[in-house]
Structure formats: C-alpha cells, structure tokens
C-alpha cells in the first residue's frame, strides 16, 4: 500500500502536516530552483506566511532526501527498509534500557517491602512486649501483699 510519502502528486492530510514556528500548518510545495544542486523535483513543507505583521517565517522542512523521479523505486523502498531497521533498533535498544531500569526498581521496591515488613514486625513485637509490662503487674495480686482471695498476709519476720 502506497502512502503519500511514495507518491509525489500525492498530498499528505492536514494532520499529517508539521507545524512551523508560527503555529500554522505548513503548506507542501515541490523545490522547483536547479540549485542547492539535487534538490530539484524534491518536496519539502513550508510555512504559509500568514503572519499579520508581515513577517516572513523561514520554517522550511524537507519531506524527500533527494528527487524521487531520479530514484528507482527499488532502491527507495530499500533506503525506507534500512530507516525503518534503524528505528526499530532504536526502540529495541529503548526497550531494553526500560526494562533494566525496570528491574532496577523492582528490585528497590522488594528491598523496601523487606524493611517494610521487618518494621512491621518490630512494632509489632514492642507493641506485644508493652502490652506484656502493663498486664504482669495486674495479674500478680500478691506483690503489694494480698493473696489470692484479696486478703492481707502477714509477714513474719
């Protein structure tokens, strides 16, 4: 399937379009000047001058490397092949630094789990030991002297 990028009478969508530096969407114009030399017949955006006070914006982008009429289509689509295998390493080597960044933070992450749970497990366990502390003195009725039935022991010396 031919894009408008592989056709050059064909125009790209609006949306497709960049913007220029003004904000508008640029215009597709074909370079129709001999020089810069090779560039003749090669498309390119433009911005449309709309400015209101009349300033001419240079925004310039070219769409074609070199003239397609001059290129044969086999070697077009092989140099559109090689771009798209450069990208695709790109994401590939883009994909790989996430997922070591990833697993960088998954480890951090299981480490502060770790000491989450060993917090968690500390206050728990001072929580169980205060708990202790204030219920030994309530239990043990004989240590200000009383027995178990509430009555006062002599103590003979």
């Given at each position: 399937?031919?894009?408008?990028?592989?056709d050059?009478?064909?125009i790209?969508?609006?949306?497709?379009?960049?913007?220029?530096?003004?904000g508008?969407?640029?215009?597709?114009?074909?370079?129709?000047?001999?020089?810069?030399?090779?560039?003749?017949?090669?498309?390119?955006?433009?911005?449309?001058?709309?400015?209101?006070?009349?300033?001419a914006c240079t925004?310039?982008?070219?769409i074609?490397?070199?003239?397609l009429?001059?290129?044969?289509?086999?070697?077009?689509?092989?140099?559109?092949?090689?771009?798209?295998?450069?990208?695709?390493?790109?994401?590939?080597?883009?994909?790989?630094?996430?997922?070591?960044?990833?697993?960088?933070?998954?480890?951090?992450l299981?480490?502060?789990?770790?000491?989450?749970?060993a917090r968690?497990?500390?206050?728990?366990?001072?929580?169980?030991?205060?708990?202790?502390?204030?219920?030994?003195?309530?239990?043990?009725?004989?240590?200000?002297g009383?027995?178990?039935?509430?009555?006062?022991?002599?103590?003979?010396?």
């Amino acid at each position: 399937m031919s894009t408008w990028r592989d056709d050059p009478n064909a125009i790209p969508p609006w949306n497709e379009r960049p913007k220029c530096h003004c904000g508008f969407r640029t215009w597709l114009q074909i370079w129709t000047d001999p020089l810069p030399q090779g560039k003749k017949g090669c498309r390119f955006f433009k911005c449309p001058d709309i400015d209101d006070d009349f300033k001419a914006c240079t925004f310039m982008q070219w769409i074609d490397t070199r003239p397609l009429g001059r290129v044969s289509f086999k070697e077009e689509q092989e140099r559109r092949v090689r771009q798209q295998q450069i990208r695709l390493k790109g994401k590939e080597d883009e994909l790989k630094r996430r997922r070591a960044e990833l697993g960088q933070r998954e480890t951090a992450l299981k480490i502060q789990e770790e000491q989450f749970q060993a917090r968690e497990a500390q206050f728990k366990r001072e929580a169980d030991e205060q708990k202790n502390r204030y219920k030994e003195p309530a239990q043990s009725s004989t240590t200000d002297g009383r027995n178990k039935k509430g009555k006062f022991l002599r103590f003979t010396q």
